[in-house]
Every structure is written in C-alpha cells, then in structure tokens.
C-alpha cells in the first residue's frame, strides 16, 4: 500500500518561485517523483483556494502543473473543521493561522502520513510537527510527518 502525502500550497507554489531557484529546482524534482505515483497524493478545497487566490498567470500555471499529478481531491468536512477548531484551541498555530491548521486537519483526517511543506514558519518545524504529533495521538488519530520535499529524495535523485 503506497504512503499518503498531502501537498501544502507552499510546494505547488514553488515550482514558480524564483527567488530561491535551489529550492524550485528541488520542488521540481519532487514533482517529478510524485508523477511516478509513488505515493498517493492529497490536496484539499483550502490548496485549491489558496491558488486561485494567486494572479495570472501564476495561477493558471500553478493549475496547470497540478493536473500532470494523480491526486485526490478531498472536501473539508464537518470533522476536519471541528479538529481545526480542537487544534487552534489546543494552540497548535494561532488563530491567524486558521488555514493552516485547515490543511493539517484534512491531511490527519485523511490519515495521510506526511504532509509536504516548505512552510517552515507554520509547518514543517519542530514546535508545530511536535505539537500536531502530540494532539493526533491525544486525539487518537495517525500520527503524521510534516516535512520540506527534499525529505522525500532517495539519495539517488539528480537535482
């Protein structure tokens, strides 16, 4: 059975991102990985959202791009916003950082096992992962990797 990885909007958005081309070239390497369906791939309405927040033709692009994956397309839920509530209570991020906890809260709903992320300010750092690690399990839910896409590489990927 292939591991579940949901795609934070951080990712897709760097594949267009030019101010720190080492990390589009590794973004684009992930993507290229993740065409080889190794993983089954989650992104939610917030990802969606979040993108169509974006100005042409960044959007359109972004839109694009996606489309070349195999994903899964998951809906937010009466639970997934009620464990957002539970998160933003239990003080996970704060409440600015609602969407956030919106896209945390899909990705354990949906037992993914890692969440991809190059959001280190709210995702993928030790605080959060610790934090999210410790009310999944006090909630009874999967316990779920938050991490940058170069986690991802086998050590035999060219970049």
């Known amino acids: 059975m292939k591991k579940k990885i949901y795609l934070d909007t951080s990712v897709i958005s760097a594949l267009f991102d030019e101010r720190i081309p080492e990390r589009r070239i590794e973004t684009l390497s992930f993507w290229e990985l993740l ?3 190794l993983y089954d791939v989650f992104i939610s309405e917030v990802t969606l959202f979040e993108i169509n927040k974006c100005a042409e033709p960044k ?18 839920t009466d639970d997934t916003l009620k464990l957002t509530e539970n998160y933003l209570e239990h003080g996970l991020l704060n409440i600015k950082s609602r969407d956030d906890c919106r896209h945390i809260a899909i990705a354990s709903a949906m037992d993914c096992d890692f969440i991809a992320s190059w959001n280190f300010k709210h995702f993928a750092n030790i ?17 779920i990797n938050i991490l940058p896409p170069t986690m991802f590489f086998e050590g035999d990927e060219e970049l």
Do not use: A, F, H, P
Not at 127 to 143: A, P, R
């Open 59 to 76: 959007r359109t692009q972004m839109l694009k791009l996606l489309s070349e994956l195999n994903y899964n397309l998951v809906d937010e």
């Open 127 to 143: 605080k959060t992962i610790s934090k999210v690690q410790g009310l999944n399990k006090i909630l009874q839910l999967k316990e």
């Open 35 to 37: 065409k080889r369906e």
